[in-house]
Structures are given as structure tokens and as C-alpha cells.
């Protein structure tokens, strides 16, 4: 068997809107691609370890990602006051995660009033108040346990008794793919059957997920109690993703590597700028020392 990669780019306004993923050959006519011939997968480790290392790049996120709630308008001292984040990229698309914590970073800091003076009874230090003992937890989103998949399976079997905790009609997500329970075939403690073919990898103690039914899955509920009367500003960030580049030196048949070579940084709105000369053997240390030397423009490096 041989596989290909295809990559599918998709965005939605309004109304119903859908895809058709076409092929054709020499021998036969343009027909929809049977789904039993798509292999969906985001596996890379798993057992033996794959050698090689994944490095994820988010796209480009929206300035007007979602947050809502009595949370982010009123509130009352001393009570705790909660607000939903719903993340949305440059497309308004929601974008989903897996359940686990998103690590968002969140400030709450006093803006007016007793929250900006600082003011606790009488005394005000004059520093903003800053609440930082928020709760953050990921809305409907329940882990249930693990369960063993096969590629193009309509049934999952499970590694435990999960009855009770899973409806036939429940949305459920193994492998970051979403799945419906089917209204037909065998429910028991150790059987799921699903509407759809499983498309990822086949796999054993796969995590199963169960996703919710009210359009809050991926979105987050954020819980804090202010102590202190005034307005608080609120600012809610994606922890920044470190670009990761990886630099390889090579010499043609026959030849020896030697002599130096110099990196240079591109950045749209500045001039270009080159490192010192890099010795082809240098080390780790060495090498980290020459990018440092550039610029601060280029921020923190690790190598």
C-alpha cells in the first residue's frame, strides 16, 4: 500500500455549505473518492517510538476570539463571577482542542475605583489589585477511558465497562476525530458501534472522549471572585509557540566539510541581519552564542 497526503483547507460563513473530494484516472471516470480508500492519522509516537519529532504550528488566530458571560460585563465583590472563551482562527472558525488544558494566559488586573488604588478596607497601596486565582476548565468534554480501534472498523471495542456513561446518539472523539454512536448494533459493556468508519490509525488504549451536544465543546468557562469593588480590565492570550528551524551543513561526494558559514534573520519591516561567521563544527553552545550576538530583535534562543 502506498499512501499520499492531501491537505484540505476549509472555511464557512453562512447557510449549508459542503465538499466533494473527486478522482479520476486513465482508466475510469471522475468519481467521489470511496472513503475506504482515506486513511486519517495524526499519530507519530506510539509503539516502537518514531525517530522522528513533531513540531505543531498553530495558524493565524482572530483578534475577535469570543468571550462571554456576566463574567466579562458585571460582577459582583465577593461572589464568583464566570465567562465562557471560545477561540476562533483568522476565518472565525471555532477551533477545537483535545480536551486537555488549553494553557491560556489570563490577567485580571484592576483598572477603577478601589481595584485600581489598590484599596483594601482603608488602606490603599496605589498598586492595581490583580486577581490570579482563577479556575479555567474545558466545557463539555469528558474523558471516559480507553479503547481499542481498528482502521475502517464500524466498532469500537472497550477496555472497560462504560455503560451507563455512553448513549446510543452521543458524539464521542478518539484520536481528535468525532464520531457518533449509532442507533443500531450491539451497546454493551464491551462493544461502541459508530455511524462512520473509524479513519485514524488502528491502535490499543486509545483515549475515547465524549463530546457535548451544545456547542460548547473546545470552549472553556473561566471562574474568579473579585474582593475588591472597582473595574477590572481583562486580557486573555495563546501562550506564543516557538518557532523551531533546524540547520544542516553538507558537503558534495568525495569532499570533506569544512570553512564557516553565517545565518541570516528576515523579518518583513526591518533590513536583514547577518550573524558572525559559524565554524561547520561549532558547538550547540558556540552556536546559540552567534545567534544571540545578532539582535535583540530575534528574542530568546535555544539550541
Given at each position: ?82 465567562f ?105 459493556a ?38 475588591v ?15 523551531v ?44 552564542i ?5 539582535s ?8
Amino acid at each position: 500500500e502506498k499512501y499520499y497526503s492531501i491537505k484540505v483547507q476549509y472555511s464557512h460563513s453562512v447557510d449549508e455549505s459542503m465538499f466533494q473530494l473527486l478522482w479520476k484516472s486513465s482508466t475510469t471516470t471522475t468519481e467521489v473518492v470511496p472513503s475506504k480508500v482515506l486513511f486519517f492519522t495524526r499519530h507519530i509516537g506510539g509503539s516502537p517510538m518514531s525517530p522522528f519529532a513533531l513540531e505543531v504550528v498553530p495558524g493565524a488566530l482572530s483578534s475577535t476570539s469570543d468571550a462571554f458571560g456576566g463574567g466579562v460585563a458585571t460582577c459582583t465583590a465577593l461572589e464568583e463571577c464566570i465567562f465562557v472563551i471560545q477561540t476562533k482562527d483568522s476565518n472565525r472558525n471555532n477551533r477545537y482542542n483535545d480536551g486537555s488544558n488549553p494553557n491560556l494566559e489570563i490577567s485580571i488586573i484592576g483598572t477603577g475605583g478601589w481595584a485600581a488604588e489598590g484599596r483594601v478596607n482603608s488602606i490603599a497601596s496605589f498598586f492595581p489589585i490583580t486577581i490570579s486565582d482563577w479556575t479555567m476548565t474545558s466545557n463539555e468534554w469528558d474523558y471516559i477511558g480507553t479503547v481499542n480501534a481498528e482502521h475502517l472498523s464500524y466498532n469500537l471495542s472497550t477496555n472497560g465497562n462504560f455503560v451507563g456513561l455512553l448513549s446510543r446518539g452521543d458524539k464521542i472523539v478518539v484520536l481528535k476525530m468525532e464520531y457518533t454512536i449509532s442507533s443500531t448494533g450491539v451497546l454493551d459493556a464491551s462493544n461502541i458501534p459508530i455511524t462512520t468508519p473509524f479513519m485514524g490509525e488502528s491502535g490499543h488504549n486509545v483515549d475515547l472522549y465524549r463530546a457535548g451536544k451544545m456547542c460548547l465543546t473546545g470552549s472553556h468557562t473561566v471562574a474568579y471572585t473579585p474582593k475588591v469593588s472597582g473595574s477590572y480590565q481583562i486580557d486573555i492570550k495563546i501562550p506564543n509557540t516557538p518557532e523551531v528551524q533546524q540547520v544542516a551543513v553538507s558537503a558534495a561526494t568525495d569532499s570533506e566539510l569544512s570553512g564557516t558559514f553565517t545565518i541570516v534573520y528576515l523579518q518583513p519591516g526591518f533590513d536583514p541581519i547577518s550573524s558572525d561567521s559559524i565554524s561547520f563544527d561549532s558547538t550547540a553552545e558556540d552556536f546559540e552564542i552567534a545567534l544571540r550576538n545578532m539582535s535583540d530583535i530575534i528574542g530568546s534562543v535555544e539550541v
